[in-house]
């Protein structure tokens, strides 16, 4: 479900010719590079660069940390780690420029889906246990397999993401 002002960039879907141009990550720094756009959506923003092999993945992975779910907006917690599995999924992309962290690898993308994924196990379990959701964020901790991630704490961070699961697993 998305908001109706996401509804209205519909008009971009499909293919476009386009020249990139004094981006900060082109070498150098002069550098145009032609090509094309496809855009389509996958629930959230991903755009390819095909000929330079690089994705933007904007927030949508801003780096190795506990995404921003905003369900004011039509932010799913469960359906994050579906959507990142479809972005990495994507062929041809060799580097991909985050929203606030180094450049990663596809690999990186992927092992973000499945972070996403185990948090919405460790969720089920959570609510199979009986525990509240202040239960629950009072005692998450990331899972050792994941080093480096960090627990974000914008947009009222892990209570939140617990929250909104909660919220849409119980509606199951």
């Known amino acids: 479900m998305r908001n109706k002002a996401m509804e209205q960039l519909d008009a971009l879907v499909g293919s476009w010719r386009t020249?990139?141009?004094?981006a900060w990550f082109l070498e150098p720094a002069d550098r145009e590079v032609p090509g094309s756009a496809?855009?389509?959506w996958l629930g959230d923003a991903f755009v390819v660069f095909r000929s330079l092999r690089v994705m933007h993945s904007?927030?949508?992975?801003?780096?190795?940390?506990?995404?921003?779910i905003d369900a004011n907006n039509g932010g799913s917690a469960v359906s994050y780690g579906n959507t990142v599995a479809k972005a990495?999924?994507?062929?041809n992309?060799?580097?991909i420029i985050t929203g606030h962290s180094p450049i990663m690898k596809p690999a990186d993308l992927r092992e973000y889906a499945t972070f996403n994924a185990d948090f919405i196990?460790?969720?089920?379990?959570?609510?199979?246990a009986g525990k509240s959701v202040d239960e629950a964020a009072a005692e998450y901790k990331v899972p050792d397999r994941y080093k480096g991630y960090t627990i974000g704490t914008f947009l009222g961070?892990?209570?939140?993401?617990?929250?909104?699961?909660?919220?849409?697993?119980?509606?199951?």
């Open 19 to 22: 020249t990139m141009r004094n």
């Open 38 to 40: 496809t855009v389509d």
């Open 58 to 68: 904007g927030d949508a992975f801003a780096g190795k940390s506990t995404p921003l």
């Open 88 to 91: 990495a999924s994507i062929k």
């Open 93 to 95: 992309v060799d580097t």
């Open 121 to 128: 196990t460790w969720v089920r379990g959570e609510i199979k």
């Open 157 to 172: 961070g892990i209570k939140n993401n617990i929250q909104v699961a909660y919220n849409e697993l119980k509606k199951k």
